[in-house]
């Protein structure tokens, strides 16, 4: 099955079941269904809120948020950042009702499945504010605990049977001291460790040619599309640089990058090994996204 989040205004928009449905009656639910024959999950959400909503979805797909398993079904749940209409309930057969809650609201209703405030209320936090800045001094601890963090979260399920692999925010924060040339768009709250969710780096390597050195995002964080929208922010920053090609490598079974890149930037182009933290050697895979 799948379902759908989407968000206008800061609320969510949630479902209200018929009391005389046989499962889950009278309580809010996301609008979504059963994957039919000869569907994948995107065309199955894609129809599901045409037909609940009578809306129709214009990004590729929703980002992932979380699977939801119980005996009896396995929920995809995914985030859609955008569609074409006004959604109103045209599926009057199953729901009495449709509305728009924010996060406060949503602890005051019957939900299908008692996980959706947590995961609904997570989906709702504040996006936070971008800035381009020189990676300063200012900078150095906070990219690179954050640095530490990601790569600790993403790299280490790709290293089984190899020496264990530690990931030190010490070695990150010289790894950034160093490079003071490279051009920093951060996500944050405030220049305060803990408002630091994501960065992403990038710096020029031939004419009009760029490289992102680094992108990451705070593992919990993660499935709110954040990657994509600064993959996104340091595409117009080369840009206004004057670049035309901006080049990342992604580390082979990294699936999260690999498949937003395969979104973003099409097929592959290239291939080396890289160094994690200085004892695994990885394949990587070149995306060049060209401007």
């Known amino acids: 099955m799948v379902g759908g989040v989407l968000h206008y ?69 995914r985030l859609i950042t955008g569609w074409r209409g006004a959604p109103r309930n045209t599926a009057a057969e199953e729901h009495d009702e449709i509305g728009w809650f924010t996060a406060d609201q949503l602890r005051m209703l019957q939900l299908a499945d008692a996980r959706y405030t947590p995961l609904l209320t997570s989906s709702l936090r504040p996006t936070p504010s971008v800035q381009i800045r020189r990676i300063d001094e200012e900078a150095w601890e906070s990219i690179g605990a954050l640095h530490a963090l990601s790569q600790h979260e993403t790299y280490t399920p790709l290293l089984p049977g190899r020496p264990r692999v530690r990931f030190r925010p010490v070695d990150l924060v ?53 990657g994509e929208w600064l993959h996104r922010a340091a595409l117009t920053h080369v840009r206004g640089q004057g670049g035309y090609e901006c080049r990342l490598w992604v580390v082979a079974g990294n699936l999260r990058a690999d498949g937003s890149m395969r979104n973003t930037a099409g097929g592959s182009k290239g291939h080396r090994t890289v160094s994690l933290a200085g004892a695994a050697q990885l394949p990587a895979i070149a995306y060049t996204r060209t401007l």
């Open 9 to 77: 205004g800061g609320r969510v928009l949630l479902c209200h079941r018929r009391a005389d449905r046989r499962s889950y009656p009278d309580a809010w639910d996301l609008p979504g269904g059963h994957v039919e024959a000869g569907e994948d999950d995107r065309t199955a959400l894609a129809r599901e809120c045409r037909e609940e909503l009578g809306v129709e979805m214009v990004t590729s797909f929703g980002v992932a948020l979380v699977e939801l398993s119980s005996p009896a079904m396995l929920l995809s749940v």
């Open 174 to 226: 010289e790894h950034w001291r160093t490079r003071p040339d490279r051009a920093a768009l951060v996500l944050h709250g405030g220049w305060m460790d803990e408002n630091l969710v994501g960065f992403v780096a990038t710096s020029p390597v031939a004419a009009q040619r760029f490289e992102l050195n680094a992108l990451h995002v705070r593992p919990d964080w993660h499935g709110r599309g954040l």
